[in-house]
């Protein structure tokens, strides 16, 4: 597939061509949100299927029927991807869910006076990196990964694609002082208390939910069930697309998992230009956890090593 090559530059932040166009970023940009949409937003590597998941079961009232034979990209459409027009106008389904990866620099002004409601979805820095940087060997879409130590000297600067995790964090968390529509929830609250994220979720969705109903969403958002689950684990996409031979989508999905990866010294420098980058930024970051004090098993522990 020839664009499985191409790079496309949009507003100064690099995109896969194999499902980016110009056209495509520029319609988002333009997309007319309806008061009743559900936006999840997120940088890459961040909890995104684990949220397109969640919501889907949330309006299913835990029924795993619709995430079980609808993939998620058709369920919860890619907005600057250049099939959602496709999507999005054949869809019946209300709300409409949709997904996203841009920035509030580009998209917010689109979302400006809507009442459509965001979930913006955040992790930790050193977790996101790894995480991107197994999936880059994987993806034949993004380039090529080179070392570790290249990789994240790309991605504290702001060059890989999709643009700099500081950037994108900080221009979607600010937000959450001004916008009520806007639930900012991490990837480390979903991991620590599932239960009590799907409740608060289904809260800010204004679609309440029994004990039972959340204890079924919960079940079919553990790791093995979507581990197994086709719909989402992206073993449908072709193999010259995604390599399955050099790795799992879904990976790990553990908070802490950047200590196998990282060096002292790597931690140390990421920290400081975090620091540096986010001083005017409030966010304090979940880095590690105790055995003891991951909930609902290990084994089962949800996970995220998506897009």
């Given at each position: 597939?020839?664009?499985?090559?191409?790079?496309?530059?949009?507003?100064?932040?690099?995109?896969?061509?194999?499902?980016?166009?110009?056209?495509?970023?520029?319609?988002?940009?333009?997309?007319?949100?309806?008061?009743?949409?559900?936006?999840?937003?997120?940088?890459?590597?961040?909890?995104?299927?684990?949220?397109?998941?969640?919501?889907?079961?949330?309006?299913?009232k835990g029924d795993p029927n619709l995430s079980q034979t609808v993939p998620n990209w058709a369920r919860a459409p890619w907005l600057?991807?250049?099939?959602?027009?496709?999507?999005?106008?054949?869809?019946?389904?209300?709300?409409?869910?949709?997904t996203s990866h841009l920035?509030?620099?580009?998209?917010?002004?689109?979302?400006?006076?809507?009442?459509?409601?965001?979930?913006?979805v955040s992790r930790n820095p050193k977790d996101v990196v790894?995480?991107?940087?197994?999936?880059h060997k994987i993806a034949n879409f993004l380039p090529e990964a080179g070392s570790f130590a290249e990789f994240l000297n790309s991605f504290l600067e702001g060059k890989l694609h999709f643009g700099s995790w500081f950037d994108h964090v900080k221009g979607w968390t600010s937000q959450t002082a001004t916008m009520n529509?806007?639930?900012?929830?991490?990837?480390?609250?979903?991991?620590?208390?599932?239960?009590g994220a799907v409740k608060r979720i289904s809260t800010f969705l204004q679609c309440p939910l029994g004990e039972d109903v959340v204890n079924s969403c919960v079940k079919h958002c553990?790791?093995?069930?979507?581990?197994?689950?086709?719909?989402?684990?992206?073993?449908?996409?072709?193999?010259?697309?995604?390599?399955?031979?050099k790795g799992s989508f879904m990976r790990k999905g553990k908070i802490g998992d950047w200590k196998n990866m990282f060096t002292e010294e790597q931690?140390?420098?990421?920290?400081?230009?975090?620091?540096?980058?986010?001083?005017?930024?409030?966010?304090?970051?979940?880095?590690?956890?105790?055995?003891?004090?991951?909930?609902h098993g290990k084994g089962d522990n949800p996970t995220e090593e998506d897009d």
């Open positions: 597939m020839a664009r499985l090559d191409v790079t496309e530059t949009f507003h100064g932040i690099s995109f896969p061509g194999h499902l980016h166009t110009q056209d495509s970023l520029q319609k988002a940009l333009e997309f007319q949100f309806e008061d009743t949409d559900i936006l999840i937003v997120s940088y890459p590597k961040s909890g995104t299927t684990w949220m397109q998941e969640i919501v889907t079961l949330i309006f299913s600057e991807q250049y099939y959602s027009s496709a999507t999005l106008e054949t869809s019946s389904s209300s709300p409409r869910l949709i920035t509030h620099r580009l998209l917010g002004p689109a979302l400006q006076g809507s009442k459509a409601k965001i979930i913006y790894v995480s991107f940087y197994h999936f529509n806007l639930l900012h929830i991490t990837y480390e609250e979903l991991s620590l208390d599932l239960h553990t790791f093995s069930n979507m581990k197994d689950n086709k719909m989402v684990n992206y073993t449908l996409i072709p193999e010259e697309i995604v390599d399955h031979s931690s140390q420098y990421l920290e400081s230009v975090l620091k540096s980058k986010m001083q005017d930024c409030t966010l304090e970051f979940v880095w590690d956890v105790q055995d003891e004090e991951e909930p």
